[in-house]
């Protein structure tokens, strides 16, 4: 089990079993939400070097909120986005990103202590890093999310039994 804090220490994730992957995300969406969350008070910044935002994603049934629940607050770019963005609202860190329909949640990397995250698995819409962003060739830099991006995502959600779990303990709007 993985125990992953916010930067106060207020809000606690527990993480059971492997992860599906670990991956770098450069779509437009998470290069706009990261640099609102970077303007945000005592802010965590999300987005790298590169404009990439760290995930380590994991099936829902394999997180749970074990801490302070009553401090996360959700973020949509648009009022009718099935993303959301869940940040914990005592001092504004970023925590994870959830595709409400899906099976599974995408936890902010620069949660995990430096050096402890698990090893980038791929990046994700390459297609879309800002002029200029050279990316590293260590891992594939899929253009789009590619076949193997939802092979994984299948292949978790069949061990899950085609389940979606709801999460239902984010009950406030961060008012950004």
Known sequence: MTELKCACGEVALHLEGTHIM???CLCSECQQA???FADLPQAIPVLDEKSATGFVLYRKDRVQCVKGAGHLCEHKLKAD???RRIIAGCCNTPMFL????GHWLSIYTR???ENSAPSLDMRTMAGEAPD????PENVPNAKRHDFRFFARLLLAWAAMGFRAPRIDYVRKT???
Not at 98 to 101: C, D, K
Not at 132 to 135: E, I, M, P, Q, R
């Open 34 to 36: 990261g640099k609102l």
């Open 174 to 176: 961060l008012n950004a």
């Open 132 to 135: 200029g962003v050279v990316l």
């Open 111 to 113: 949660l995990w202590p």
């Open 22 to 24: 670990a991956t770098e």
């Open 98 to 101: 959830e595709f409400t329909q």
């Open 81 to 83: 986005s099935k993303t």
